[in-house]
């Protein structure tokens, strides 16, 4: 059963500490991206990588950092420098960044008080 | 110039209805033109997509509209049942830089 799995759905934070969301992969696809969902606004993106041990800032990027040292898993820290971090985040798939369909995970909900 | 404007913010039709979802856009560099749909707790996903050398397309009960000189696309949803209420976003894309823009969203619930 191919996809993407985000872990975990819900996230707890207090303000000042760092948190990893976890996104893994096992469609194959070259390109990974993460974005943040806030109520009524659309999706902004924060990341992308394009092939493995390669990754480019998205617009939102400040607070946020990545790693892809697998080609299956992209994950994204949260840190204390990122103003607002409670938000709703995606983990995206494409084959390639030239491939315009983009497959989501079902998201992490981080709330940090 | 590289945003996407997506209206209504909000939508409430009665099953069977033909709830319309319209996007305009400034970039006329944009080339691809998708439609996600989001269910409450989950990621978007994929639903049609056009590019700008026809004027409409459809897959099953959902129809794109896209109208080049005035910039703007639209989704339709033919005999719209409860199970479509969902989140519905617009994007576009360029083929000299692969990021899509997001529209803001539509929420649309279909009443029974």
């Known amino acids: 059963d191919g996809g993407i799995t985000q872990s975990p759905k819900y996230l707890f934070r207090k303000e000042g500490q760092n948190v990893t969301l976890s996104c893994e992969q096992n469609?194959?696809?070259?390109?990974m991206y993460w974005y943040r969902q806030d109520p009524g606004q659309g999706l902004r993106l924060i990341y992308y990588?394009?092939?493995?041990?390669?990754?480019q800032k998205g617009d939102i990027a400040e607070g946020y950092s990545v790693s892809r040292e697998k080609k299956e898993s992209f994950p994204l820290t949260v840190t204390s420098a990122q103003k607002n971090p409670t938000a709703f985040y995606l983990c995206?798939?494409?084959?390639?960044?030239?491939?315009?369909?983009?497959?989501f995970g079902p998201g992490t909900r981080l709330t940090v008080t | 110039q590289q945003q996407v404007k997506q209206s209504p913010q909000s939508l409430i039709v009665q099953k069977g209805g033909i709830p319309i979802i319209n996007c305009a856009y400034e970039?006329?560099?944009?080339?691809?033109f998708p439609w996600y749909q989001q269910f409450p707790g989950k990621g978007p996903a994929l639903l049609i997509a056009?590019?700008?050398d026809v004027s409409e397309k459809k897959e099953g009960r959902f129809t794109i509209s896209f109208n080049k000189s005035a910039k703007q696309f639209s989704l339709h949803i033919m005999d719209s049942q409860p199970g479509d209420s969902a989140t519905y976003f617009c994007?576009?894309?360029?083929?000299?830089?692969?990021?899509?823009?997001w529209g803001a969203g539509t929420k649309l619930i279909i009443k029974p």
């Open positions: 990588s394009q092939i493995v041990n390669d990754f």
């Open positions: 970039n006329t560099a944009f080339d691809y």
């Open positions: 056009i590019r700008p």
């Open positions: 995206a798939s494409s084959w390639a960044l030239s491939s315009y369909e983009q497959y």
């Open positions: 469609l194959n696809h070259d390109a």
């Open positions: 994007a576009a894309s360029m083929d000299s830089n692969y990021q899509l823009i």
